[in-house]
């Protein structure tokens, strides 16, 4: 399943390097964009699991840029 959401303050691109890093290493990702440009974030992942894997997603950008929302 892919996916695409729009993030809310995302304020740098090294940050969006480092949550792009973070999210591959979850288990069930098979591909992951994050654009600081576009704001937007792409999620390839298992589609039976993709509800907890969006949940460990969201702690991993929370830990990498505190002040970004993903938007679902």
């Not at 691109?13 to 440009?37: P, Q, W, Y």
């Amino acid at each position: 399943m892919k996916k695409v959401f729009r993030l809310e303050d995302l304020d740098c691109a090294n940050c969006a390097a480092k949550m792009e890093r973070c999210i591959l290493k979850i288990d069930g990702v098979t591909d992951a964009k994050v654009s600081f440009i576009g704001q937007k974030m792409t999620i390839e992942a298992d589609e039976v699991k993709f509800d907890e894997i969006m949940k460990q997603v969201e702690k991993t950008c929370k830990r990498v840029e505190p002040d970004c929302r993903i938007v679902r």
